[in-house]
């Protein structure tokens, strides 16, 4: 569970910088991308990924107590993330409130990074 859940969190991590290149270069380009062939697969492959990584954090907080990392860090990371995906595809969407979301995704995935680093694996 450890190392599916490290993984899991690695590549949300890593989503975050993809999310901000796209939202970057759709407002570079002024390119709108098509809802139901682009923007709805994506989020919803991501989605599956968002529910499997909640599941198993929940069950990793209720084992092992973190101190720097709760179950509601978890969920508002995660609502965060399912919006911020999205709206990386649109150029109206706010850059400040935007790149500030990407940021606050970051910290928590870095935090409980470093948590689970600590850990012994299973």
Do not use: G
């Not at 290149?21 to 919803?44: L, N």
């Not at 529910?51 to 973190?66: A, C, D, G, H, T």
């Not at 979301?101 to 995935?109: D, E, F, H, P, R």
């Amino acid at each position: 569970m450890l190392v599916i859940l490290k993984q899991l969190t690695e590549e949300l991590y890593a989503e975050c910088d993809l999310s901000w290149e796209r939202f970057s270069r759709f407002r570079e380009e002024e390119y709108e991308p098509d809802f139901f062939t682009e923007v709805k697969p994506y989020a919803d492959e991501l989605q599956d990924k968002l529910v499997r990584w909640k599941q198993l954090s929940q069950e990793y907080i209720f084992k092992n107590r973190p101190k720097h990392i709760h179950m509601v860090q978890i969920n508002n990371a995660s609502d965060a993330f399912e919006q911020f995906v999205v709206q990386s595809f649109y150029i109206k969407t706010s850059k400040k409130r935007f790149f500030q979301s990407i940021q606050s995704v970051k910290y928590t995935c870095e935090t409980f990074l470093r948590t689970l680093e600590a850990e012994p694996v299973d």
